[in-house]
């Protein structure tokens, strides 16, 4: 176990430079640049934008930059946003919070009714139910998510006006009511696609289980259907379920770039997005070392997981 | 939030401010048509909050630093400046007592002494009184070579700062140079006491939780969603009527747009509302939506060193080959207004009697055969060799900008002129290939003015051109020996009637040369509810919310 540990984190530190090399060498191709949105003020001179490069290091050459980067990066040393001046693992802390209140909701109820719709799918297969599963799965995984939002807050915001437009909560007012209230639909909306993905896993890695032999043995027992199905059907067919469920993890706390935005979810998906637009390089590179840790992370928690919980494979 | 109650009463100012929008815009908001425009004051106590939607987040609190526009709002309403501008234009005091001039002996013969009297009235948020001490303090950072200062123009010529009083200073200038009072009223004071102790003045801890002397005060901010001011109840100036001010990031113009519908936005700050909301947004119960003159100027900007447009005959015959009025019509909803000059519409130095553009396809055959270009097998025109054909560029994405190119690229073709469509992507188009004149004619919206002072050497004198060794933003490399000299005397002049003078001579000279077809200015839809009082556009800021101290809500 030791050493199958000490060879995953060798590989996974390999893996982290070169992702951050593939990362800052991109991030430095897009024309623009940070200065950019400053080179369209009028009043801002040439002098004044060399300046600015001098001083925010931007005239260095890139490996030297990168250099740099990556020796105070060893040293727990983030960096600094440009947009704003504060440290980035203070940025990334600030919208952690709002995406883990989403993902998270809108994870769990995802995996809840995913996971039942999948078992009774496989059970239930060919079914009218089993039908229109598939079909709602594809549907909502073939139209976009903003579109889901847009329309959520159409009906329900502006029609109905039974749920707020959007905002994590109103400001004046930060009871844990009130940004429930928020949360309802952009959970809902987001939910929509995991579930489907869920399903879908699930409805599969249940076939997959249920006409294998201990199933039928477990029948041949006489244990009850139900007994059947929740003991020997659904512990096992939840195995490559803990895989995937690992890898979520980035995406849980990484955020959702389009759905954040709709429903003005001041989170992680579009600290991102308004970071790049920016050319904000040291949150960018932040946010992509994140996610990339924790996609390391969540795949090496799900490998020991399921080592833990499955006798048939052992690390090493 | 819920709506705030509806008022039937609106003040003077916003009534005279909208007969003037419908005097340009033939607009009312008619929610309010036909109101009694009297009655509402504002309260003994600052009360109640309101809630700005931006599209952009502010994220820059230290009013010295470099900054985009967005970042004005949270500065005008935390900070002041020595002085102040207008709707008008007219510079009043802030800070100071009264506005140095030639006449009153604040700035000498020559241009070079200056002389500013402090109020002795004003204190920091932190309650440390504001003395001159401040003012060397600001002027000198701006000019630290390690701060990561906003615009250095004019504050580089600023030499022996003296501080005389705790309420009186005095400084030499490099050279007389006139726009320096009006880059002052964008110059915020920031208290030395604070950043003093700083070690680094571009990390300080005062950037987080900026300490100014303005009527509110630093309240908090949630990254990403909002950032909320409060009152200070010891501002030396009008106001504040409300208790809390808060700036509200939204980032999708549409969803900016949906939450005023729904009310969670009491005022729209930038992007404001989009032209194809318009029509809904003026019938919305309770809201007040009114035109306001945008600073830039659309315009199709020419390289004239470029073969084709050297000669002027050509560029006048392709601006009288542009229908301007169906464009604006046909693409842009009706909204914008057609204009003549670079000067904004807002300031108190636009020229208003220049030639009238006048779309005649005839007229533009006419002057392109009496130069001698003739019309070759193909179709398209040419002389000495010389195809009378040149590249469009502008930003790819840009929807209204692609269909304007294809509609005066129908036209053109109409009169023997080839225009192809070539659209770059904004962090290319406007990189080197725009700075150093690499393109033949962009369509681009320009703000010609740095801050609120006529002064366009910048754009328009001849050693600006950067692809000719020079420094600005001459980028349609316009050489003009009668402007340079306007100009250099323009910004060396404190006479506001001579500056007047020099500046109508350069834009009738711009307005001859066409050094760019000047097609019109945007009018951007302001809009908020109503209730708001005091709400007025100020084009000589860049910001909806320079007032804020004054906006109330009516009861």
Same mark, same amino acid.
Request: without cysteine; glycine residues 8%.
């Given at each position: 176990?030791?050493?199958?540990?000490?060879?995953?984190?060798?590989?996974?530190?390999?893996?982290?430079?070169?992702?951050?090399?593939?990362?800052?060498?991109?991030?430095?191709?897009?024309?623009?640049?940070?200065?950019?949105?400053?080179?369209?003020?009028?009043?801002?001179?040439?002098?004044?934008?060399?300046?600015?490069?001098?001083?925010?290091?931007?005239?260095?050459?890139?490996?030297?930059?990168?250099?740099?980067?990556?020796?105070?990066?060893?040293?727990?040393?983030?960096?600094?946003?440009?947009?704003?001046?504060?440290?980035?693992?203070?940025?990334?802390?600030?919208?952690?919070?709002?995406?883990?209140?989403?993902?998270?909701?809108?994870?769990?109820?995802?995996?809840?009714?995913?996971?039942?719709?999948?078992?009774?799918?496989?059970?239930?297969?060919?079914?009218?139910?089993?039908?229109?599963?598939?079909?709602?799965?594809?549907?909502?995984?073939?139209?976009?998510?903003?579109?889901?939002?847009?329309?959520?807050?159409?009906?329900?915001?502006?029609?109905?006006?039974?749920?707020?437009?959007?905002?994590?909560?109103?400001?004046?007012?930060?009871?844990?009511?009130?940004?429930?209230?928020?949360?309802?639909?952009?959970?809902?909306?987001?939910?929509?696609?995991?579930?489907? #993905?869920?399903?879908?896993? /699930?409805? %599969? !890695?249940? @076939?997959? =289980?249920?006409?294998?032999?201990?199933?039928?043995?477990?029948? &041949?027992?006489?244990?009850?259907?139900?007994?059947?199905?929740?003991?020997?059907?659904?512990?096992?067919?939840?195995?490559?379920?803990?895989?995937?469920?690992?890898?979520?993890?980035?995406?849980?706390?990484?955020?959702?770039?389009?759905?954040?935005?709709?429903?003005?979810?001041?989170?992680?998906?579009?600290?991102?997005?308004?970071?790049?637009?920016?050319?904000?390089?040291?949150? #960018?590179?932040?946010?992509? /070392?994140? %996610? !990339?840790? @924790?996609? =390391?992370?969540?795949?090496?928690?799900?490998?020991?997981?399921? &080592?833990?919980?499955?006798?048939?494979?052992?690390?090493? | 939030?819920?709506?705030?109650?509806?008022?039937?009463?609106?003040?003077?100012?916003?009534?005279?401010?909208?007969?003037?929008?419908?005097?340009?815009?033939?607009?009312?908001?008619?929610?309010?048509?036909?109101?009694?425009?009297?009655?509402?004051?504002?309260?003994?106590?600052?009360?109640?909050?309101?809630?700005?939607?931006?599209?952009?987040?502010?994220?820059?609190?230290?009013?010295?630093?470099?900054?985009?526009?967005?970042?004005?709002?949270?500065?005008?309403?935390?900070?002041?400046?020595?002085?102040?501008?207008?709707?008008?234009?007219?510079?009043?005091?802030?800070?100071?007592?009264?506005?140095?001039?030639?006449?009153?002996?604040?700035?000498?013969?020559?241009?070079?002494?200056?002389?500013?009297?402090?109020?002795?009235?004003?204190?920091?948020?932190?309650?440390?009184?504001?003395?001159?001490?401040?003012?060397?303090?600001?002027?000198?950072?701006?000019?630290?070579?390690?701060?990561?200062?906003?615009?250095?123009?004019?504050?580089?010529?600023?030499?022996?700062?003296?501080?005389?009083?705790?309420?009186?200073?005095?400084?030499?200038?490099?050279?007389?140079?006139?726009?320096?009072?009006?880059?002052?009223?964008?110059?915020?004071?920031?208290?030395?006491?604070?950043?003093?102790?700083?070690?680094?003045?571009?990390?300080?801890?005062?950037?987080?939780?900026?300490?100014?002397?303005?009527?509110?005060?630093?309240?908090?901010?949630?990254?990403?969603?909002?950032?909320?001011?409060?009152?200070?109840?010891?501002?030396?100036?009008?106001?504040?009527?409300?208790?809390?001010?808060?700036?509200?990031?939204?980032?999708?113009?549409?969803?900016?747009?949906?939450?005023?519908?729904?009310?969670?936005?009491?005022?729209?700050?930038?992007?404001?509302?989009?032209?194809?909301?318009?029509?809904?947004?003026?019938?919305?119960?309770?809201?007040?939506?009114?035109?306001?003159?945008?600073?830039?100027?659309?315009?199709?900007?020419?390289?004239?060193?470029?073969?084709?447009?050297?000669?002027?005959?050509?560029?006048?015959?392709?601006?009288?080959?542009?229908?301007?009025?169906?464009?604006?019509?046909?693409?842009?909803?009706?909204?914008?207004?057609?204009?003549?000059?670079?000067?904004?519409?807002?300031?108190?130095?636009?020229?208003?009697?220049?030639?009238?553009?006048?779309?005649?396809?005839?007229?533009?055959?006419?002057?392109?055969?009496?130069?001698?270009?003739?019309?070759?097998?193909?179709?398209?025109?040419?002389?000495?060799?010389?195809?009378?054909?040149?590249?469009?560029?502008?930003?790819?994405?840009?929807?209204?900008?692609?269909?304007?190119?294809?509609?005066?690229?129908?036209?053109?073709?109409?009169?023997?002129?080839?225009?192809?469509?070539?659209?770059?992507?904004?962090?290319?188009?406007?990189?080197?290939?725009?700075?150093?004149?690499?393109?033949?004619?962009?369509?681009?919206?320009?703000?010609?003015?740095?801050?609120?002072?006529?002064?366009?050497?910048?754009?328009?004198?001849?050693?600006?051109?950067?692809?000719?060794?020079?420094?600005?933003?001459?980028?349609?490399?316009?050489?003009?020996?009668?402007?340079?000299?306007?100009?250099?005397?323009?910004?060396?002049?404190?006479?506001?009637?001579?500056?007047?003078?020099?500046?109508?001579?350069?834009?009738?000279?711009?307005?001859?040369?066409?050094?760019?077809?000047?097609?019109?200015?945007?009018?951007?839809?302001?809009?908020?509810?109503?209730?708001?009082?005091?709400?007025?556009?100020?084009?000589?800021?860049?910001?909806?919310?320079?007032?804020?101290?004054?906006?109330?809500?009516?009861?």
């Amino acid at each position: 176990m030791l050493v199958f540990l000490l060879n995953r984190l060798w590989q996974s530190a390999i893996l982290l430079v070169i992702v951050s090399i593939i990362g800052f060498t991109v991030l430095n191709m897009i024309p623009g640049g940070p200065l950019a949105q400053y080179a369209l003020d009028p009043g801002m001179t040439q002098a004044d934008l060399d300046r600015l490069a001098e001083q925010m290091g931007l005239n260095r050459p890139l490996p030297v930059q990168y250099l740099d980067w990556l020796l105070r990066m060893l040293q727990g040393d983030w960096g600094t946003s440009f947009r704003d001046g504060v440290p980035v693992l203070q940025v990334i802390q600030r919208h952690l919070f709002a995406t883990l209140l989403l993902m998270g909701s809108s994870t769990a109820i995802a995996i809840a009714i995913g996971t039942w719709i999948g078992i009774r799918g496989a059970t239930h297969r060919y079914s009218i139910f089993d039908y229109s599963a598939t079909i709602g799965a594809m549907v909502a995984l073939s139209i976009p998510t903003f579109w889901f939002g847009l329309v959520g807050i159409y009906v329900f915001s502006l029609r109905l006006g039974w749920v707020p437009a959007g905002n994590m909560y109103t400001i004046g007012n930060e009871s844990v009511l009130n940004y429930l209230h928020h949360l309802i639909l952009p959970s809902i909306v987001l939910s929509l696609v995991n579930v489907a #993905v869920w399903s879908r896993y /699930m409805r %599969s !890695a249940t @076939l997959d =289980v249920i006409n294998q032999d201990f199933v039928k043995t477990a029948r &041949a027992k006489g244990l009850t259907e139900r007994r059947v199905l929740m003991k020997h059907v659904v512990g096992n067919a939840l195995l490559p379920m803990i895989t995937l469920a690992g890898m979520q993890l980035p995406s849980i706390l990484g955020g959702a770039l389009v759905t954040e935005t709709v429903f003005t979810w001041p989170g992680m998906g579009r600290l991102f997005l308004d970071s790049l637009g920016y050319s904000d390089y040291p949150v #960018v590179m932040g946010l992509l /070392m994140f %996610s !990339a840790i @924790l996609t =390391v992370l969540g795949n090496l928690i799900a490998d020991i997981v399921v &080592a833990t919980v499955d006798p048939r494979i052992r690390v090493g | 939030m819920a709506d705030r109650k509806t008022t039937n009463k609106i003040s003077r100012r916003s009534a005279l401010g909208l007969m003037g929008a419908a005097g340009t815009a033939g607009f009312l908001a008619p929610n309010l048509l036909g109101k009694p425009a009297f009655g509402a004051t504002p309260p003994d106590a600052p009360t109640g909050r309101i809630i700005v939607g931006l599209s952009q987040e502010p994220t820059n609190f230290n009013p010295l630093m470099v900054k985009i526009e967005v970042d004005d709002g949270v500065h005008f309403s935390m900070f002041d400046a020595l002085f102040r501008v207008m709707p008008d234009g007219e510079i009043v005091p802030n800070l100071a007592v009264e506005v140095p001039s030639q006449a009153n002996g604040g700035i000498s013969e020559d241009g070079l002494e200056w002389r500013v009297k402090l109020r002795d009235d004003v204190t920091w948020h932190d309650g440390a009184p504001f003395t001159a001490e401040d003012v060397k303090f600001t002027l000198e950072l701006i000019v630290n070579p390690e701060f990561r200062s906003w615009r250095t123009a004019g504050h580089t010529l600023v030499r022996e700062i003296t501080v005389v009083s705790p309420t009186e200073i005095t400084w030499r200038m490099e050279e007389p140079f006139s726009p320096y009072l009006s880059f002052l009223t964008e110059t915020f004071i920031v208290p030395k006491h604070v950043l003093e102790a700083e070690a680094d003045p571009n990390t300080a801890a005062f950037n987080q939780a900026p300490i100014g002397t303005g009527a509110f005060k630093w309240g908090n901010r949630t990254a990403g969603d909002h950032i909320s001011l409060t009152a200070n109840p010891d501002y030396f100036g009008e106001g504040p009527y409300v208790e809390q001010l808060v700036f509200k990031y939204i980032p999708d113009v549409t969803v900016l747009y949906t939450q005023f519908k729904s009310g969670d936005v009491d005022l729209l700050g930038r992007m404001y509302i989009t032209p194809d909301n318009y029509a809904e947004a003026v019938t919305l119960p309770n809201r007040v939506v009114k035109l306001e003159p945008a600073s830039s100027v659309e315009t199709i900007y020419l390289n004239l060193e470029r073969p084709v447009f050297k000669e002027l005959a050509v560029r006048e015959a392709i601006y009288a080959a542009i229908d301007k009025e169906l464009i604006i019509e046909a693409l842009y909803y009706g909204l914008p207004e057609p204009v003549e000059t670079f000067m904004p519409r807002t300031s108190a130095y636009v020229h208003t009697d220049l030639p009238r553009h006048e779309f005649n396809l005839d007229r533009a055959r006419q002057l392109l055969d009496e130069a001698g270009w003739v019309p070759g097998a193909d179709g398209i025109r040419a002389k000495d060799g010389v195809r009378l054909a040149f590249v469009n560029s502008t930003t790819s994405g840009n929807h209204l900008r692609e269909q304007l190119q294809q509609f005066v690229q129908q036209s053109l073709r109409e009169i023997g002129v080839e225009m192809t469509i070539e659209n770059l992507p904004a962090a290319v188009i406007w990189g080197d290939f725009w700075t150093q004149s690499q393109f033949d004619s962009v369509v681009v919206g320009i703000t010609y003015l740095i801050g609120p002072d006529p002064d366009v050497t910048n754009r328009f004198h001849s050693s600006a051109i950067i692809a000719q060794g020079g420094r600005g933003s001459n980028n349609s490399q316009y050489k003009n020996a009668r402007v340079d000299e306007l100009l250099e005397e323009g910004s060396s002049t404190f006479d506001t009637e001579r500056r007047r003078e020099i500046y109508m001579e350069v834009q009738e000279l711009v307005r001859a040369d066409l050094p760019f077809l000047p097609l019109f200015s945007d009018n951007s839809i302001r809009a908020w509810k109503t209730g708001i009082e005091g709400v007025e556009h100020n084009g000589n800021t860049r910001t909806e919310t320079w007032n804020a101290a004054k906006w109330y809500w009516a009861t």
